[in-house]
Nanobody
């Protein structure tokens, strides 16, 4: 079993930056692909960013490409999401997730591959 705990959410203004962290425990962190997802009120959960087990490959949603950066520290068992140039449409609950599946794919973008989920952290961007 894996426990994931996010931190770093908050209320910011449009154009500001914010960093999220997700600390993992309970399983070898480096065996997990990691992802960040978000869900806004009344909308479906959507993929934001993902990172391969080693950290060498990343994937981003088109809506955040160039503004967000995902990274990981396999020594500290933590995955990060740096969010720059935030927009009001980035407002959502952000959750980190761990993907333990065995495949040759570097990063999965679909949530069904992710077995482990954090409780989420609210990010609110005011205009």
């Amino acid at each position: 079993q894996v426990q994931l705990v996010e931190s770093g959410g908050g209320l910011v203004q449009a154009g500001d930056s914010l960093s999220l962290s997700c600390a993992a425990s309970g399983r070898t962190f480096s065996s997990l692909r990691m992802g960040w997802f978000r869900q806004a009120p009344g909308k479906e959960r959507e993929f934001v960013a993902g990172i391969s087990r080693s950290g060498g490959r990343t994937s981003y949603a088109d809506s955040v490409e160039g503004r967000f950066t995902i990274s990981r520290d396999n020594v500290k068992n933590t995955v990060f999401l740096r969010m720059n140039s935030l927009k009001p449409e980035d407002t959502a609950v952000y959750s980190c997730a761990g993907d333990p599946t065995s495949s040759l794919v570097a990063v999965h973008t679909a949530p069904q591959f992710y077995d482990y989920w954090g409780q989420g952290t609210q990010v609110t961007v005011s205009s």
